[in-house]
């Protein structure tokens, strides 16, 4: 065992998941301190056993939610769903979704993930396979804001159960490999869609009844099985040695008493501290430029091959996610290893807004790099901004901070009816991706805009 040690920590560093010097912040012991050997042990058996799931799951979560933009030509000739309707519904989703987060992480906290998650994974996966009924406006809002509600839990759940189990210094890397969920379930997601779209009608369904049926079974399924597989924190995992779960236990513990002394650890004072606030404005930012693409860009993509949604528009829609999945998992590492979280995160998104502007006037090729380059920046910003606020909550307030921020979502219920508003009163086809990429620049500024962590002398510093 004692041998396995240095090679852990050395692959663990070859990795990036930790530095050459682990450094002595928070009372962490120092580099080849038998403790720090165990914890990175601990890291890497939790890495290794957890985040395969937890990408998982977030991919059928986020197919479940964005495959309605695959749907939407179907839709329309089949049911009647016109524009305005189909842009309020796919929007509606994200209402329900984010006012319902906030209770629910309160209830994740209480009663542990393992059943949580599981129950909302079936119970999301229900209602997605109940979009198959749509038969107009009213039964597609009905079932978006349902799905919404199901949903809800899921990703601040998902961001609150990662600081159970992974210190600071390896979260930015960590989410960004959760984060990786996003480009793949749309790298595989959009195929699976089109194929769908494009197979020969079975049972008297038609296709896009077939793809809500099997995406979301997908859900149902993988539900069953996380009740079987997850354990709540590191104390429950049998799977860890028990040096190995001392060392993590203490190291996140130790962390946690740090946040408790640096910022709110209650639900009071977290709902009125500014800094939070601010990052509810932040996330809501990033949320309108992500889903305004994700919505809009098969639509796009169709246009610019002069072909309707299919397998062909499905595989060339999979090529600005195969550049998100590059960026998602090589920017939370540099940030981690430079400690520049908050200059990388406003970078990102300055090359994103600029790319978005290029994007509307472009020929086809320069449009799709355009739009590879800021589909990229609008998903590897989330797991840089996600380290700012699970950095800076403790308990209780971490639990319904995150869900409050996640709140954000709000934004993709913004940004498919702020388009077509634009679109409209400018009459024009492009002004509403002009106007959200404007938003890209201002949420750019804002981030670059943002204290770093608070000190310990001044424990509720905005």
Known sequence: MDQAAPRTATALRSLGLIGSSEGSAGGAPAEGHPDENARNRAVARALRRLAPVLVLMYVVSFLDRANISFAKQALQASVGITERTYALGAGLFFLSYSFCGFPSNLILHKVGAKVWMAFLMVAWGLVSMATMFVQGSMSFYALRL??????????????????????????????????????????????????????????????????????????????????????????????????????????????????????PADLLPMLHNLRVMKFLLIYSLIQMSTYGAIFYLPAEISALLHKPAGFEVGLVSAIPWLCALAAVYCLPRAADRWQAHRALAALTLLVAGCASFVFPGAGPRVALVALSLAVSGFIAVQPLFWTFPTSYLADRAAAGGIALIGMGNLGGLVAPNVKVWADEYFRSKSAGLYLLAAFTLLNAALIASTKDRPSQRNPRAH
């Open 146 to 263: 349902i799905l919404g509600v199901m949903e809800a839990g899921f990703f601040p759940g998902a961001i609150l159960y990662l600081t159970y189990w992974f210190p600071n210094r390896v979260r930015g890397q960590i989410l960004g490999l959760f984060y990786l969920a996003v480009p793949v379930s749309l790298i595989f997601g959009g195929p699976l869609s089109g194929f769908l779209l494009d197979m020969h009608p079975i049972a008297g369904l038609e296709n896009w009844q077939w793809m809500f049926l099997v995406e979301g079974f997908m859900a149902v399924v993988l539900g069953l099985f996380v009740f079987w597989f997850l354990e709540n924190k590191p104390g429950d995992a049998a799977w860890l040695l028990p040096e190995e779960k001392a060392a993590l236990v203490k190291a996140l513990a130790q962390e946690e008493q740090s946040r408790r002394a640096t910022g």
